[in-house]
């Protein structure tokens, strides 16, 4: 009987969770709550990613992946809401705006449950912030590299008419241009979940 009330409540706030983060990614999407410009700098920050690690971690892969899931039809809804912009075709496709985004949750649960069998309670920091840095590096080689492999050439030719790059632009340059943004998401990722991760495991003891 006990075992039962347990596993009711264990699903109860796990639901719950799923869709407070699911919400979240939701509204940072839709909000300027989701983006960040750095003053001086050509670099917008995204914490749309945020969220689903917080539920890989704390709740499970599962519950990443289906808080990534939300975030990747967020995404496949604004491109199709902006699909008049030059690049936006490309997140029209699911195995760009959908799938990398699934990955993140699974990325960063697995590698914070494999860091955290070595590390331990005492060093859970580490553990959250490699699996932050790690799901983050998901999201964006998983965005960029489909791109890559599906819409290269007219993603580069969509960039040199949209913003009026060389006309010898190489491919690479899909990669290049997203390091500085993908920088500073990595270090907002590993400086947001740490104490949000930290703070969540410290109420619940």
């Known amino acids: 009987m006990n075992i039962e009330v347990n596993r009711s409540r264990f699903s109860a706030r796990r639901i719950a969770i799923t869709g407070i983060l699911s919400a979240l990614s939701i ?11 750095i003053p001086g700098l050509p670099v917008q920050i995204t914490f749309m990613h945020i969220p689903v690690i917080i539920g890989a971690i704390i709740e499970g892969p599962f519950v990443g992946a289906f808080i990534g899931l939300v975030f990747g039809l967020t995404s496949l809804y604004t491109a199709v809401q902006q699909s008049a912009l030059p690049i936006a075709f490309a997140f029209l496709n699911p195995l760009v705006s959908v799938l990398p985004r699934i990955l993140i949750g699974i990325v960063a649960h697995y590698v914070f449950k494999a860091l955290n ?13 490699v699996s932050a840095a790690a799901a983050t590096l ?3 080689i998983g965005v960029l590299g489909m791109i890559y492999i599906l ?3 007219r993603y580069i030719e969509a960039l040199i008419s ?14 290049v241009s997203a390091l500085p943004n993908f920088i500073a998401e990595l270090i907002s ?4 979940s740490v104490p949000i991760v930290l703070a969540i495991k410290k109420i619940r003891k």
Request: hydrophobic share 45%; charged share 10%; no cysteine.
């Open 151 to 153: 819409y290269a050439k």
């Open 189 to 192: 990722s590993i400086l947001l």
């Open 27 to 37: 509204a940072l999407n839709f909000t300027p709550l989701g983006f960040m410009l």
């Open 138 to 140: 998901t999201n964006t």
């Open 117 to 129: 069998n070595v590390f331990k309670e005492k060093k859970q920091t580490i553990s959250i912030g």
């Open 162 to 175: 949209f913003i009026g790059l060389p006309s010898d632009t190489a491919s690479i340059y899909i990669f």
